[in-house]
């Protein structure tokens, strides 16, 4: 008598809501905390327009950064990839246009790397635009109360290399063909000094701009540039 075939057992992946993978730095400059790595630790879990937010913390530091990554996003497969870093000096969620494929190091990363005038990646592209729909996500912040602005230079440090080495890998590796990323900047909070925004504050901005990103095909077209 043959015995009757074991049903198979579905798929993991048939149950599992695609992800975003939503990444800030950990501390860096002396400072005992990074806003970036909050927010994202405050999302993690969360359903967003059907997709479940998968929060990690990148190191601040060259190279070391985009290897972690790398392999976040080999692991989680994620159909949207926003990076999140600290801008102490600005008030505002800023949404960054653009990342450009140099290194240049004011000061030294956590593991004492500073770079000057590097590429990011040898003989790559000049910059990469976000695939962000930027303005459509400015808008809806701004509609939900949060201070928010579109930004047209994300530095030279650690964040630009996150953000050059993500559009880099979305634009040439293969199996992420669709995937939308981008960076965006965050202040610091009250207690660490002003300009800051409260964390409730931000968490419900990324809310709204990674609800917008998910659901938004097509971007607006409204001014966001500068004058200067």
Request: with cysteine; glycine share 10%.
């Amino acid at each position: 008598m043959v015995a009757a075939p074991t049903p198979r057992r579905p798929s993991d992946k048939r149950h599992k809501p695609p992800r975003v993978l939503l990444t800030g730095f950990d501390p860096f400059g002396g400072d005992a905390l990074n806003p970036s790595s909050l927010i994202a630790q405050a999302l993690h879990g969360k359903r967003i327009a059907g997709h479940r937010i998968v929060a990690a913390q990148l190191p601040t530091e060259f190279g070391a950064s985009l290897q972690r990554l790398r392999a976040l996003m080999a692991a989680h497969r994620p159909a949207l990839i926003v990076c999140l870093g600290l801008a102490a000096t600005r008030a505002t969620l800023s949404l960054e246009r653009i990342a450009i494929n140099v290194d240049d190091a004011r000061i030294a990363d956590n593991a004492g790397a500073q770079p000057i005038d590097k590429p990011v990646v040898a003989g790559a592209p000049a910059a990469y635009f976000s695939t962000l729909p930027i303005k459509a996500m400015q808008q809806a912040i701004q509609a939900a109360g949060v201070p928010v602005e579109i930004s047209q230079t994300a530095g030279t440090f650690v964040c630009n290399h996150v953000f050059y080495g993500l559009m880099h890998r979305l634009a040439t590796a293969r199996g992420v063909s669709g995937t939308r990323g981008g960076f965006i900047h965050v202040p610091m909070l009250p207690e660490q000094g002003e300009p800051s925004l409260p964390l409730g504050l931000m968490v419900e901005g990324l809310r709204v701009g990674i609800r917008t990103a998910l659901t938004c095909d097509v971007d607006l077209r409204l001014g966001g540039g500068a004058v200067d």
